[in-house]
């Protein structure tokens, strides 16, 4: 990676367009830091923020063979950003208003014949999920969300230490919660808390 420590944004593009893991690592401890900066800025949030860089990264990753830039990487790199935050705050609003949404059905009372079922719908999608995950991910994060074990109790029980139990459930929710939104999301929420 040292080789393209001192290489210019283009000739780091022409390298990971090429397929070079070391010149996409430095593009990315290169520009991070900056824009989670500019993602902080707008978004007020530390976690979101890093959530959008990491998108934006992502993105880039899955462009690699396709992608032509008209300028600079650093523009195309912060337009990204920008795009993501947009959406991000787009997404929350659709999300702040189905919970307003549900919150209003429930206060006036219009719930009860309704929940069971709708409970039942997102317990089985839920379910559906979970089972779509790699297996080792899937046994510890049942035993964890089902079992109810600590992580101490799941890295004996499997003879791995709590800090790949952490990691394992962490990956999971990651798979998991964008898989859950609109009108269900608040309740997804409530069966993923507390975190142990």
């Given at each position: 990676?040292?080789k393209h420590?001192?290489?210019?944004?283009?000739?780091?593009?022409?390298?990971?367009k090429?397929?070079?893991?070391a010149?996409f690592?430095?593009?990315?401890?290169r520009?991070?830091?900056?824009l989670y900066?500019?993602?902080c800025?707008?978004?007020?949030?530390?976690?979101?923020?890093?959530?959008?860089?990491?998108?934006?990264?992502?993105?880039?990753?899955?462009?690699?063979?396709?992608?032509?830039?008209?300028?600079?990487?650093?523009?195309?790199?912060f337009?990204?950003?920008r795009?993501?935050?947009?959406?991000f705050?787009?997404?929350?609003?659709?999300?702040?208003?189905?919970?307003?949404s549900?919150?209003?059905?429930?206060?006036?009372?219009?719930?009860?014949?309704?929940?069971?079922?709708?409970?039942?719908?997102?317990?089985?999608?839920?379910?559906?999920e979970?089972?779509?995950?790699?297996?080792k991910?899937?046994e510890?994060?049942?035993?964890?969300?089902?079992s109810?074990?600590?992580?101490k109790?799941?890295?004996?029980a499997?003879?791995i230490?709590?800090?790949?139990?952490?990691?394992?459930?962490?990956?999971a929710?990651k798979?998991?919660?964008?898989r859950f939104?609109?009108?269900?999301?608040?309740?997804?929420?409530?069966?993923?808390?507390?975190?142990?």
């Open positions: 990676m040292k420590l001192h290489d210019s944004d283009l000739e780091l593009l022409s390298e990971f090429m397929g070079s893991p010149a690592k430095v593009i990315y401890e520009y991070w830091q900056l900066v500019a993602a800025k707008v978004l007020k949030d530390e976690d979101e923020a890093e959530d959008v860089v990491q998108e934006v990264f992502v993105s880039l990753l899955n462009k690699r063979d396709s992608l032509e830039l008209s300028g600079a990487l650093s523009s195309y790199l337009t990204s950003v795009y993501k935050v947009f959406d705050i787009s997404r929350k609003k659709v999300r702040l208003s189905y919970e307003e549900i919150n209003q059905y429930v206060i006036q009372g219009n719930c009860n014949t309704d929940q069971a079922l709708i409970e039942k719908e997102i317990n089985a999608t839920m379910e559906q979970i089972q779509n995950l790699p297996k991910m899937k510890v994060f049942e035993l964890s969300r089902k109810e074990l600590s992580h109790e799941i890295a004996t499997l003879n230490s709590d800090k790949t139990v952490k990691k394992q459930i962490s990956n929710l798979l998991l919660k964008p939104t609109n009108y269900y999301l608040w309740m997804f929420s409530f069966f993923f808390w507390p975190f142990r």
